[in-house]
């Protein structure tokens, strides 16, 4: 039976939509606070969460952030401020989905349902079989050569592909451009370093939610790139 846990620090919402998705068949389980939902996430095995977004404790924003950095588990994000959705989206904290207060009982055992069925097609064991690099927020399929931000899909050509994915494979080493090029690009490659910090720029725009301070690829002043992890 799948299992649901609800962060909700309204025991009645709770317990009406423990009751629904009681009633479709799941078992759910509920936590009153931040940092207990948090812990009990991380703890334990869940095939969804149902997160409110004010909670005591730690609120939903950094409850979503730390479990995404730990779990591919679907996040339902559930606010009574309709302002908030856009907040989280522009947080990039990997949920899933947001809902904003108050919503049918139905449209939430819906909006489960979904994520359900497709969190269960991207981990069946066909899909299992693609070697994906997973990194907070960013994914790679290198089987499908594809690319992820914060679940939003990316075009990337060859090159910044497969240094993306070179620089993700190694994270925290330090490559230096000329490294870098001779591991992309082969030596008879028409081109020079510069191709390298053309290609990082291009990368950053695609990954980073701001470019400024990136996230991912961080720049060694004087001697190259790292990916941070
Ligand atoms: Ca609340």
Not at 2 to 18: C, G, H, Q, W
Not at 77 to 88: C, G, L, Q
Request: overall charge negative; aromatic content about 8%; hydrophobic content about 40%.
């Amino acid at each position: 039976m799948s299992r649901i846990l609800i962060i909700e620090d309204e025991v009645a919402i709770a317990d009406l939509e423990k009751d629904y998705l009681e009633l479709s068949g799941f078992e759910v389980e509920i936590e009153n606070a931040g940092d207990t939902g948090l812990e009990r996430a991380l703890k334990d095995k869940f095939d969804l969460i149902v997160l409110d977004l004010m909670l005591p404790g730690i609120d939903g924003f950094e409850v979503c952030r730390r479990i995404r950095d730990e779990k591919n588990v679907p996040i339902l994000m559930v606010s009574a401020k309709k302002d908030d959705i856009d907040k989280i989206r522009g947080l990039g904290l990997g949920a899933d989905d947001y809902m904003t207060k108050p919503f049918s009982p139905s449209e939430l055992v819906a909006r489960v349902k979904a994520h359900m069925a497709r969190y269960e097609r991207l981990t069946s064991s066909h899909q299992k079989m693609n070697d994906i690099v997973e990194i907070r927020g960013l994914k790679i399929d290198k089987t499908a050569r594809r690319v992820w931000v914060d679940g939003e899909e990316k075009a990337f050509t060859t090159k910044e592909f497969d240094l993306l994915t070179f620089l993700a494979e190694n994270p925290n080493h330090v490559f230096t451009k000329e490294e870098l090029f001779r591991e992309i690009w082969d030596m008879e490659s028409i081109g020079d370093i510069a191709t390298v910090t053309v290609h990082i720029k291009k990368i950053r725009e695609k990954v980073e939610f701001d470019t400024a301070n990136p996230q991912y690829i961080e720049t060694i002043w004087g001697v190259g790139y790292r990916f941070k992890i």
